[in-house]
């Protein structure tokens, strides 16, 4: 780890002495507003993998972004160097289909614990559903941000993630019934307990998520970045600029099929991302809204 390397792809200029909540909440804030959440490699012929010094690589000195099992991996690793104490946690991801959580913890966060006080980190879910500061762990408090109002509720030891948001307003009468778009004002993400794990737990899973056919992650290429009024998306050929307008009661959707001679120049123009390996873009039928 090189904390200098770190701050400088994620832009903090600022001082750093100790531990403290106000710096949490701003690399926090700048990760998820400069390391995009994506799964490119898998449909880049690529694979991920749960080691820190391949993720800094990839994350840190090639400009990429990661999903949850490096983002997330790789800042606990930040938060350790930093002085943080963090555990890691594994966390079930709510699948709208099933109505339900998944079985498996498949999504990797943190819980950060400072003053008294426990917060969860996490860096790397994306689009509506993304933090951009770590949430306290305090159940049933109302915690409004820019895409909503979390809030954690603690089900007899099991902690649930849920959003309240708003109504979307898609503005291209092509996409009023894309399945992308996310019509639910209360929106359940996904629950975890608080029993420590190691990165050892997500191996198999890592490996699972890149191969098997149900799985989100090789049904769908994702992308997403998260801006200072929202967030963009790339979801296989359809880009979105989601613009949250609170103070109205609505988000504002700008979606667009983009041809595949364009997708390179996106990805950078958007998200500054340069792949060494050509995408082959997917967007098949799934749980995944923006």
């Not at 913890?105 to 614990?113: A, D, N, P, W």
């Not at 149900?214 to 979105?240: D, E, H, M, V």
Request: proline share 4%; with cysteine; glycine share 6%.
């Amino acid at each position: 780890m090189n904390l200098e390397e770190y701050f400088k792809r994620i832009g903090f200029n600022g001082f750093y002495n100790k531990p403290d909540l106000a710096t949490l909440q701003l690399i926090h804030k700048l990760h998820v507003m400069s390391i995009p959440f994506e799964n490119l490699s898998i449909h880049c012929g690529e694979r991920n993998v749960m080691d820190l010094d391949a993720i800094f690589n990839k994350i840190v000195r090639s400009n990429r972004g990661g999903w949850c099992l490096e983002n997330n991996f790789l800042f606990g690793w930040v938060l350790r160097e930093m002085g943080y104490n963090t555990t890691t946690l594994g966390s079930r991801v709510f699948n709208s289909i099933i109505n339900d959580f998944g079985p498996l913890e498949s999504h990797l966060i943190h819980k950060v614990v400072f003053d008294g006080k426990a917060y969860i980190a996490d860096v790397s879910f994306g689009v509506s559903s993304q933090v951009l500061e770590p949430l306290e762990l305090i159940s049933g408090k109302d915690q409004p941000q820019a895409a909503g109002v979390f809030r954690l509720i603690d089900q007899e030891g099991v902690w649930v993630l849920e959003k309240a948001g708003r109504k979307p307003e898609v503005l291209n009468p092509d996409f009023a019934t894309s399945s992308l778009v996310n019509r639910k004002e209360t929106k359940t993400i996904y629950c975890f307990i608080l029993k420590p794990r190691e990165a050892e737990d997500f191996f198999d899973k890592s490996d699972m998520l890149q191969t098997d056919p149900s799985s989100l992650f090789t049904n769908k290429s994702i992308c997403s970045l998260q801006t200072p009024t929202g967030f963009r998306a790339l979801i296989g050929w359809t880009y979105s600029e989601v613009t949250f307008k609170p103070e109205e009661g609505v988000d504002i959707l700008e979606m667009k099929d983009i041809k595949g001679a364009e997708i390179e120049q996106i990805l950078w123009e958007k998200f500054s991302v340069k792949l060494q390996n050509k995408l082959q873009p997917l967007n098949n039928k799934s749980f995944y809204t923006l």
